[in-house]
Nanobody, 131 residues
Framework: QVELVESGGDSVQTGGSLKLSCAAI?????????MGWFRQAPGKERERVAS???????DYLDSVRGRFTVSQDNTKTRLDLQMNNIRLEDAATYYC????????????????????????WGQGTQVAVSS
């Protein structure tokens, strides 16, 4: 059973930076799946922020493109999200996720990954933003 453990959530001021990390424990199978970051703010739907496919292709939520960068280490068991120029609207609980469908099915950069099903989740890490 794969376990996803996030870290790095914190309080930050607008314009600041933060790096979230996720360790995929017991992820020993063929690394052909999507990994990514989703977030959910109170009263809002969960949304995919950034994702990375098995071939290294990435996809981003429009509002974070150019500010956030998702990356994996060579073993594909560590996923990072570098967040720069943070805005008030970035405040949310951020979840690391691993798809249970091969990334080749979910489109370039896993753009078709909704997270509604066939997804393994971490426990979440909180990002608070103040002006």
């Amino acid at each position: 059973q794969v376990e996803l453990v996030e870290s790095g959530g914190d309080s930050v001021q607008t314009g600041g930076s933060l790096k979230l990390s996720c360790a995929a424990i017991n992820y020993a199978t063929e690394k052909k799946y999507c990994m990514g970051w989703f977030r959910q703010a109170p009263g809002k739907e969960r949304e995919r922020v950034a994702s990375i496919a098995a071939d290294g292709g990435t996809d981003y939520l429009d509002s974070v493109r150019g500010r956030f960068t998702v990356s994996q280490d060579n073993t594909k068991t560590r996923l990072d999200l570098q967040m720069n120029n943070i805005r008030l609207e970035d405040a949310a609980t951020y979840y690391c996720a691993l798809s249970r469908l091969p990334s080749i099915i979910l489109g370039r950069g896993c753009r078709n990954w909704s997270g509604r099903d066939l997804t393994t989740w971490g426990q979440g890490t909180q990002v608070a933003v103040s002006s």
